[in-house]
């Protein structure tokens, strides 16, 4: 596969997606970055903004095997990587998997399950493998975590862990369509907009084969300087109590190629990286609670370090 073939295939899924989508152009790239990226990702919004379905129409475009996890406070560990079962004839333990076996996983309401319920994805989202009793199991190549949650004020949801935060490439928010898009949805028979009906336009090795070529984009010297540099700003900004860790500069660096590679570009400009920064630091920084307390944000703080901090130049090839 070569970049123009990569090209049409990234229009083709994108065009299936707006198809029930409307009025996300920016978060359907956002979306098809982590794809190209291998990275989770976490949406959160208020309910009834299209979180499920955007994942769905994905899901559909791409083809693999996709499953769905309605996360609730009563669902347990077991529930989502499966389970050993005792098979009385064979007199051996028979593993059943759980949901979280397959190339897309949807994790609707994520902050509604528990906190060891939350921990139970941890291994699947590094490591790509679950344990089961001891016992290692695999998981599918590409193997990508959806998660969708609503606002942790909301009753009945709890924040999810630190370490949990980390994982996800990057958290977006959808918001409520514009005037137009919303106008579409309501005249428009909801059939026609069922995510469900979309037929795959891509196959899972695709896929695997366009995160290879993004992850070959060329990152220059001076544009990983500049990235590095707004990650250690993140350390040391007065607003921040807990910056940007290592693993979220190679995070950036990783989302900065896939969008490259989405906008037809074989290097990364530093407006990849302004572009993907506060999606993918705006969940992972602290600040302190004066700051909060101050109605700031990490958006702003992101937007202020990034203002000051000098810009390389002369990188086309």
């Known amino acids: 596969m ?3 073939e990569a090209a049409q295939i990234l229009d083709r899924i994108r065009e299936n997606i707006e198809s029930c989508i409307y009025g996300k152009k920016d978060e359907i790239a956002w979306m098809l970055t982590a794809l190209l990226a291998g990275g989770h990702v976490l949406i959160e919004d208020v309910p009834g903004t299209g979180k499920t379905q955007m994942v769905k129409a994905l899901a559909m475009s791409v083809g693999g095997v996709f499953h769905r996890i ?18 009385p004839r064979k007199e051996e333990f028979i593993f059943r998997p759980g949901p979280v076996m397959a190339n897309m ?59 949990q935060l980390d994982r996800f490439l990057i958290k977006i928010k959808l918001g409520y369509p514009d005037e137009e898009s919303e106008k579409r949805l309501i005249l428009e028979p909801a059939a026609k907009r069922d995510a ?25 010297s001076s544009v990983a300087d500049y990235l590095v540099a707004l990650i250690r700003a993140t350390r040391s900004h007065p607003s921040v109590l807990l910056g940007a860790s290592p693993r ?14 989405l906008q037809h570009r074989t290097f990364v400009l530093p407006d990849d990286i302004k572009a993907m920064a506060p999606l993918v630091l705006g969940h992972r920084l602290h600040l302190r609670p004066e700051a909060r307390m101050q109605g700031g944000q990490t958006a702003g703080v992101l937007s202020e370090i990034m203002s000051r901090l000098p810009v390389p130049v002369g990188l086309e090839r």
């Open 105 to 163: 996983v949807l994790a609707d309401e994520i902050n509604r399950a528990t906190t060891k319920t939350q921990s139970a994805l941890l291994e699947a989202m590094e490591e790509r493998k679950v344990t089961v009793d001891g016992q290692t199991y695999p998981l599918p190549q590409p193997f990508i975590l959806f998660a969708t949650q609503n606002p942790v004020d909301f009753e009945g949801t709890y924040s999810l862990p630190e370490a």
């Open 248 to 261: 979220a500069a190679i995070a950036l660096a990783s989302a900065a190629k896939a969008y490259a590679f």
């Open 70 to 87: 309605q996360c609730n406070p009563d669902l347990l560990p077991t529930d989502i990587t499966g389970v050993s079962i005792y098979h």
């Open 196 to 220: 469900e009906t979309l037929s795959a336009v891509a196959t899972v090795e695709d896929i695997l084969r366009m995160q290879k070529l993004a992850e070959d984009i060329h990152l220059d």
């Open 2 to 4: 070569d970049h123009r």
